[in-house]
């Protein structure tokens, strides 16, 4: 018997929590697909516990970056210019309009590129459906974990008490808390690992 998805127990806590928040599925489902790149049949079908089958690599890394094109607009509902992809990829125009159609595969290192042109995270092109719902998904029980109790989270977080809390303080504001003490834990998790090296006395 295969092991469970990930998936499977975010979606469990996902659907816990939009109960107690007094939300449903509908509220959240434009966004996961924008953020995944996962057709709406598609991430409908995941949420409801069913599995969807997999597609070729090629076609999905093919599929996701016109998704990136088409979906990333401007406030007119412009895609990005051509000429300033083509520039971030060290490419010509012509070659470029290729890969954004889908009618091309860019390499590992335009792919990579393209991550980082569009602020997307680096697995965007390559990510199952699953792992890339589950990816995102997170990211929505935790906003929605706040919202329901936001300090039971910032102690979850390590934060035993905050400081300078008036008559005014409530859940916003622990709520806006608790997304910044989690984005500096993110950001320190980045440099954990090369701080170990250098404490280790590696890189010289």
Known sequence: MSEPHPLDR????????LAECGLDTETHIPG??????????DVRALLN???VPLDDPDDRVRR?????????TDLDGRPADIRDIAAA?????????????????PSLTAGHVL???YGVPSDFLTATPADALNRELGKIVFDLEVKADPERILAALGVRHVAGRGPNWGGDHLGAVAHMVAGIRES???VEEPLARLEGGEGG
């Open 89 to 105: 990829l060290n490419a010509t125009p012509t070659w470029t309009k290729k890969i954004v159609a889908g009618q091309a595969n």
């Open 188 to 190: 320190l998790a980045t």
């Open 64 to 72: 996701r970056v016109c998704h990136l094109y088409e979906s990333r």
């Open 32 to 41: 996961l697909v924008t953020n995944t790149g996962v057709s709406e049949p």
């Open 49 to 51: 516990g069913e599995h």
């Open 10 to 17: 975010t979606r469990v806590r996902y659907r816990e929590l």
């Open 115 to 117: 991550c980082q042109y």
